[in-house]
């Protein structure tokens, strides 16, 4: 299967817009993407940690425009090959694959980066898209504009467990529990995930990063704990990327999110590819 698709991007200046359109002509290019080979490996992956009625789904991450592999037929494929959650770090992919036509009832949509100046909340929850909360500005942001709304915000509460990746730390998460608590019992936010990225579980050979991504896993299971105490626990907890997602089936819990393993790249070369 080939594909040949156009996108729509959104530019800071007629400027650039202009500059972009120039490099194409001067420099036209064609990718071919086998999307029947994103579908099995995404079907590889969700077989990988027990099939679809195993307790955990798989997150297809599109980010970056599918890492340049076109964002709604990849999407698409992901789909087909049973994930049930998208991953897109800038907000703007996110509410493209809704107008798609890929709604709510089809798959959960999380978004994890955004701009301070320009934070589409109201429109992010207006699509019921996830929204990733890391900092207490970002609590607060989310929090009014589901007020403004009239509607409960899905968020999922990113927390540092050690790879200094944004999120909030242990040291400061007494300071998100005292705005996360109150927000949750007014039904103002809704928490459905805690979450976090690792480092070096791409190394499964190496003893040292092998003991530091352990450490990742006991400091994350740490601020679970902190939020079942405070009665907020996480519906779902996700941390296993593509690495272990393959290599870690005791952090799959009740998501993974694997990213370059859905277009056939290696986590490690001594892991081998998720399928083609």
């Known amino acids: 299967m080939t594909l040949s698709a156009t996108h729509e991007w ?6 650039g817009k202009a500059n972009y359109e120039a490099a194409q002509r001067q420099y036209p290019g064609q990718a071919i993407v086998d999307l029947a080979a994103l579908r099995d490996n995404m079907r590889h992956l969700v077989n990988v940690v027990g099939g679809p009625n195993s307790g955990t789904a798989v997150m297809g991450v599109v980010k970056a425009d599918a890492y340049g592999h076109g964002l709604i037929p990849s999407a698409l494929a992901a789909l087909a090959g049973g994930a049930t959650w998208l991953g897109t770090a800038q907000s ?3 509410l493209l694959l809704r107008k798609a036509g890929i709604g709510p009832d089809r798959c959960h ?23 990733s909360v890391g900092s207490l500005a970002g609590i607060d942001g989310v929090a009014a504009a ?5 509607k409960t915000a899905r968020v999922h509460v990113k927390v540092d ?5 944004n999120g909030f730390t242990p040291a400061g998460f007494d300071a998100a529990l005292a705005k996360l608590v109150p927000l949750a019992k007014e039904g103002v936010l809704r928490i459905v995930g805690q979450w976090s990225h690792l480092a070096v579980a791409d190394a499964p050979d190496v003893p040292e990063f092998v003991a530091s991504t352990d450490k990742q896993v006991e400091n994350f299971k740490d601020f679970t704990r902190r939020m079942e105490a405070a009665g907020i626990a ?8 593509t690495a272990a997602t393959l290599s870690r089936p005791e952090i799959h819990f009740e998501l993974t999110r694997p990213g370059i393993g859905l277009y056939g790249y290696e986590a490690d070369p001594a892991m081998g590819t998720p399928s083609t």
């Open 109 to 131: 949509i999380l978004t994890w980066v955004y701009n301070g100046t320009r934070v589409p909340f109201d429109e992010l929850i207006d699509n019921d898209i996830d929204i």
């Open 234 to 241: 996480p519906e779902i907890r996700h941390l296993a990327n």
């Open 146 to 150: 589901a007020r403004r709304l009239g």
């Open 161 to 165: 467990s050690g790879f200094g990746r």
């Open 10 to 15: 959104d530019f800071s200046s007629e400027q």
């Open 92 to 94: 703007h992919e996110a």
